[in-house]
């Protein structure tokens, strides 16, 4: 690191050091380490082969990509312009760079009209979540993307979208914009307007993904990529580089694809590593089972009760159900049953009822005691129990033969997103997705044998497959909702289950 760049990193440190966590958040102010932006640089300058280059920062910080600019450019620096919102940075950064050839202007790049074209766009832009961006700047950027890209970008995505796509307009034709941004885009809704761009707007050159657990900024928590692309309508015969870990100049793994197989409203974060699968051709585990999410009680601490508080406040079996507790005390993927109740080390029931204040009063007055607990805990007066009548009653839930975790985390002992054979007549509260198998293949229910065959097919299912229908949150931690799981592949269940007509099964009864 040359001397230039540890006072900046020093400059940086101290500036950021000012500020809280919250105020970074909400301005997407992460810096890009050193190491990461002189890589950056380096394989743009292999890709841009140009001497007398000019470059376009619109989101500059402190100058990281700056200072690696002049590291590779040094003999080739046209003119260099950078955009900064906030005075925090833009004054001292101003001062620092001063003797330097770099422009600076303290501005929201996003109200900015191009007065002049760059060949090179390299940017971190602010990761500023789409609740945090003031609702009418939101509506202006809107319409700001439709008009120029005839793109219509959701109101959920965050700031770096509008950047990615808006930015485009300073660039000569032929021009190479790089984007250190989440990869997030690449599976979410939000980000099918940043695909389609991606894809149709522009000529996609090459997305580089890091490793999950190798996250680039430690206090940003997100998962990064880089995307680079080149500005001009995307050429018939040219393919798109993915490549995963290692460094973007070197990585482990790369695949080339034909920009005309991709779609934005895919998921792109399979096409990194394995075999490119046709989704929509597939047979996935929504067309065997009906997936759901467990119940949402409102309030947990209130509503899953355990043997100490049942036996308090005499609560009788009418009002109570059984739940499965946390997945973290399930050992194992299958929970054998005791008169319907699981056998696991802490049992819990939910609390439920629907018989009218007065009723509960006159007969069940420790229950009540219970009820004026939650009361004066404010239990009624949250979202999910004030929608409700009584307050107290739950929704009513049939359990479910096969459960799975709806969070894994890479490093945890337990195989991540671990399907669980459920045996008793436990319900599950929302950590849980519910598996229910569809009216036709309902008779596996009535099956011992072959729910467990069923069960354990889907625990072959790839962890990689599962991750890939998920999302990725950063350090290590995937979630999955219930219509990503019901994309899953899942050839091997068809091998196991040909519909049937059953009228007369009950659909969610356990074996
Ligand atoms: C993620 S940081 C990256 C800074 C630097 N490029 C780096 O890589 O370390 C984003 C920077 O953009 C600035 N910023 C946020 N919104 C902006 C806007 N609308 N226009 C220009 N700069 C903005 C933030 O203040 C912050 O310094």
């Not at 500036?15 to 640089?41: C, H, V, W």
């Not at 007065?358 to 009540?368: D, F, H, L």
Request: proline share 5%; glycine share 6%; charged share 25%.
């Amino acid at each position: 690191m040359n001397e230039v760049e540890q006072k900046r990193k020093l400059m940086q440190d101290a500036l950021d050091a000012l500020k809280t966590q919250k105020e970074r958040n909400s301005m997407g102010q992460f810096s890009t380490p050193y190491p990461l932006a002189l890589e950056i640089m380096r394989y743009m300058r292999n890709l841009l082969k140009k001497k007398d280059v000019s470059f376009i920062e619109p989101s500059i910080g402190t100058g990281v990509f700056y200072s690696a600019f002049l590291n590779e450019f040094a003999e080739s620096t046209k003119r260099v312009l950078g955009f900064e919102i906030d005075s925090h940075y833009y004054n001292p950064t101003k001062k620092f760079w001063k003797e330097t050839p770099l422009e600076l202007r303290q501005a929201n790049f996003l109200d900015q009209e191009p007065d002049d074209l760059f060949d090179m766009l390299v940017a971190n832009p602010p990761y500023v979540r789409h609740h945090h961006i003031d609702s009418d700047k939101k509506v202006q950027l809107q319409e700001k993307v439709l008009k120029k890209y005839g793109i219509k970008i959701s109101g959920l995505a965050g700031l770096y979208c509008y950047f990615m796509i808006l930015s485009s307009a300073w660039l000569n034709e032929n021009g190479l914009s790089c984007w250190l941004v989440p990869s997030e885009f690449m599976d979410v809704n939000y980000g099918t307007a940043v695909k389609k761009f991606l894809l149709h707007n522009v000529e996609l050159v090459h997305i580089h993904r890091f490793n999950a657990n190798d996250l680039q900024f430690a206090d940003a928590l997100v998962s990064s990529c880089i995307v680079v692309f080149r500005n001009r309508k995307p050429q018939k015969s040219s393919k798109i580089k993915f490549s995963i870990g290692g460094t973007i100049n070197k990585p482990n793994e790369i695949r080339l694809i034909d920009g005309s197989n991709l779609k934005a409203e895919s998921k792109w974060t399979s096409l990194f590593q394995g075999n490119v699968v046709n989704l929509e051709s597939q047979v996935t585990l929504g067309s065997f089972f009906t997936v759901k999410r467990g119940i949402a009680t409102g309030d947990n601490d209130f509503f899953i009760v355990d043997k100490e508080t049942i036996e308090k406040y005499e609560i009788p079996h009418i009002f109570l159900r059984p739940v499965l507790p946390s997945p973290r005390y399930i050992e194992g993927n299958c929970i054998s049953s005791e008169n319907g109740n699981p056998v696991v080390s802490h049992p819990q029931f939910l609390f439920s009822c629907n018989l009218p204040e007065a009723i509960i009063k006159k007969n069940y007055p420790k229950v009540w005691e219970y009820i004026k607990f939650g009361i004066e805990k404010g239990v009624p007066k949250g979202y999910i129990c004030s929608h409700r009548n009584p307050w107290y009653s739950c929704e009513d839930r049939e359990p479910a033969a096969i459960v799975i975790p709806y969070m894994g985390r890479s490093e945890s002992q337990n195989k991540m997103f671990r399907f669980i054979l459920n045996k008793s007549k436990a319900i599950t509260t929302n950590v849980y997705l519910l598996l229910y198998p569809k009216p036709e293949y309902a008779y596996c229910l009535k099956n011992v044998s072959l729910l467990n065959e069923i069960w354990q097919k889907l625990n072959s299912i790839a962890t990689e497959t599962l991750c890939q229908n998920g999302r990725f949150y950063g350090g290590g931690l995937h979630k999955m909702e219930p219509k990503e799981l019901m994309r899953t592949p899942a050839n091997e269940i068809s091998t196991l289950l040909e519909p049937k007509s059953n009228g007369q099964l009950s659909l969610f009864a356990t074996a």
